[in-house]
Each structure stands twice: as structure tokens, then as C-alpha cells.
């Protein structure tokens, strides 16, 4: 399975986009709950720091001299509280507390710092707590001062920070991505330009790639140029070869012409036959060997069809054969306009020698390829016969004057084009013969 390219970056850049507002998300989580916590500790700290001030001992008994000055502290259930407990059990505790002890026992704290209790009304509070030890002429007692407040405010602090932030990361991923589809984009738009110019290239209408301006391809625009070069010249060589064969196979074929009139007439025409045979054969490969080298270029079929209907309607004409041509307009196959006509040239011979009076030639694009069937209202042939018609020296008729290469040297072009031949039988009656050319070559 061939991956995309732009799907490939376009997936790249979505997970890293993904992973670090993730990561983003999560390290602004932390760092907005530490603030938000460290905020409260601070307070709560001022509360105790309060306590502290005020806290007094008089013949071995608590008292507080100032209280916290906060109104909510004499409020119940108002979310803010203090604790005092001393080490002889003593307790002194604020009005918003009611009759609720805070825990006084070691807890462990929470991840935020403070030790999670149950206040008022069934409240979740979060608990500061601190011990200290005041200096007495009889020794020094011990206390433990504890300030509280609801937890909701935390999460709720917490959540509001949550909402917005998932909002701006929400927002700050479409726009990341659609920035990372815009960059591919554009950074594959080179590439782009560079298949146009290699199609140009492949279609004859240039005979090099133009650099595309962008400093990374060059490097494969001039290998491109380079290979392009290497294969001009392979051609030419090639071609150049197919000439010297075709020349020195002249006067050989010459020579053995003559001395076959020496013979004796019934093995001079036997001679005469397979030298033309050889001739023939040779010219044959000659011009296989050229297909696919020829300078490419769209064909477009229904002119191309038309000519050809034209060069054999004066043969037909005489017996009434009535041509029917359904090509759309403007369908047109990317191969060599010479070894199309050729091809179904044969197809065409076929059909006009023997249909009795209606030949028809259809066209259609299917999928990737262009469809040319050609049917005829003839003899036609057995199932039999089908699959083997398209080999050399097969007739289609005992007495049809023809060489039996017509359909196999169609085929051997359609399959130098990564076309294909079928044989069927026609609506019609006779054969139908199905060339299929892919649209671009």
C-alpha cells in the first residue's frame, strides 16, 4: 500500500500538535493548581500567624488574646475556620466551626500540602496545620493551631482555569493545524510543478525539465535532465542500429532472390515466399523495437477513426456496408498517433473483409483507459477459436487472403502501451474485438 506523502506530514504535524498542547495543558494544570494552593497556604498561614499572636497561658489554661479579625470566622459553616488545641486537650475553636473538630491526629497531606477533613454541613475542607511549643516557668506546653478553608473554592478556582484553558488550547490546535495543511501545502507545491514538467517532458512538448525554484529538488532536476540525456542517446543509438540491421539485411535477402530464380519453379516459389516471410518479419521487429521510444503525444481518437473509416469506405462502399462510428468528442489516449492507427488499422481490415453490412465502432473511457470495440455482422467464429486467433499465422478464414499477423501485431502494440486485446462475440452477429489503451501512458 503507497502511503501519501501530505497525508504522511499532514499526520507528523497533527501528533506533535496533539502531544505538546497535551504536554502544555498538563504543565499549566500544575503549575495554575501550585499557584492557586500556595495562594491559600499563604492565607492560612496568616490566619495561624494570627493565633500565634494571641495565644496566651494563665494559671495553665488557654486563652486568646486577639482572634483572627475576619467576620466569617463567627459565621457557621461560612468557610473559613480556626483551631486551637493544646497538649493538656484543650480547645479553642471559631464560631464558624459550630461544635466540629478539626482532625488533630498526624494525617498525611493531600497532593496540594493540606490534610483533607469534613467540616460543617458535611463540607470537604482543606486543613493548614501547624504545631508550636510556648516557653512556661513551669516548662513549655505544646499546641496545635489548624486554619481551613472549603475545598470547592480550590476545585472550583481550578475548574474555571481548566474550562478556559481547554478553550485556548482547542483553539490554538485548529490553528496550529490548519498552519501545518498550509505549510504542506506549500512545500509540496514544488513537487507539483515538477510532475507538470516532467508530464511536458514525457508529451514531447520539451525536451528537458525546467528548474521548479526551489533549491532541494535541484539535485533530482538535473539527475532528471541527466537521465533524460542518457536515454535521448540510447535511442538515437538504438535507432541507429535498428537502421544498420534493416540495411544489412537488404542485400542478403537480395542475393537470395536471385539465386532462387535459379531453381526449379515449384521450389522457387517456396524460396520466394519465405524470403518475403523473413522480410517481412524483419521489418516487423524493426518497428517493435521503435514503439515506446517515439516522442509521446495525446491521440485523440475520433479524427483519428474517422481517417481510417475514410481509407476503407471506397473498399466497403461497392457491397453496402453501412459504418457506424459512437465516439465521444474530445477522447483521447496518450500513445504514439502512428502505432494507434496501425493497431486498430488491422482491426478495421479485419472487420471490412468480412461483415456483410454493418460495421460498428464504439468508444468509451472506463476507469483509467480508453475502450475502442469494433463489431462487425460476418461469420464471426467458434469459442473455440477465440483464444487462439490473436496468434501468428492464425486466419480468420480458410481463403482471406491475409498473412494471419494482423491481430497478433496488434496486440504486441496494445501490450507495448500496457493495453490489452479481447475477442468476443458480437451483438451484431460476427466478432467483436476489444482494444483497450490506458488514457495516460
Known sequence: MIASLRIRLALGAFAAIVFILLMLGYGLSRVFSGYVAERYRVEMSGIVDQLVAGLELRDGKVFLAKTPTDPRFTLPGSGRYWQVVAQTGEVLRSRSLWDVDLPNTALVPTDHGFIEAQGPDGANLFVYRRAIALDEPH??????????????????????????????????????????????GVGLAPLARLQQRVGLVRAGQASSVDDVGVSELGPLVCELNLLLTERATAVERARAR????????KTPLTVLLHLADQLPPHEKDLARQQVDLIRQRADRQLQLARL???????????????????????????????????????????????????????????????????IRITATAEDEAAVVTVEDDGPGTSEADLAILPSRGVHLGDDDGGSGLGLSITAEILSAYGGSLELGRSQLGGLSVRLSVPLRG
Do not use: C, Y
Open 292 to 358: 515506446g521510444v517515439e516522442q509521446m503525444g495525446l491521440t485523440e481518437l475520433g479524427p483519428l477513426v474517422g481517417k481510417l473509416v475514410m481509407v476503407l469506405k471506397p473498399i466497403t462502399g461497392p457491397r453496402g456496408i453501412d459504418w457506424q462510428l459512437r465516439i465521444p468528442a474530445g477522447l483521447a489516449v496518450d500513445m504514439d498517433a502512428a502505432d494507434f492507427a496501425e493497431a486498430l488499422g488491422n482491426v478495421l481490415d479485419n472487420a471490412s473483409r468480412f461483415a456483410r453490412g454493418e
Open 139 to 184: 516548662g513549655s506546653s505544646s499546641f496545635a493551631l489548624s486554619a481551613a478553608f472549603e475545598r470547592f473554592e480550590f476545585d472550583d478556582a481550578v475548574a474555571q482555569f481548566h474550562s478556559a484553558m481547554t478553550l485556548m488550547l482547542v483553539l490554538s490546535a485548529a490553528v496550529l493545524v490548519a498552519a501545518a495543511i498550509f505549510q504542506v
Open 242 to 249: 535498428a537502421s544498420d540491421l534493416a540495411h544489412g539485411l
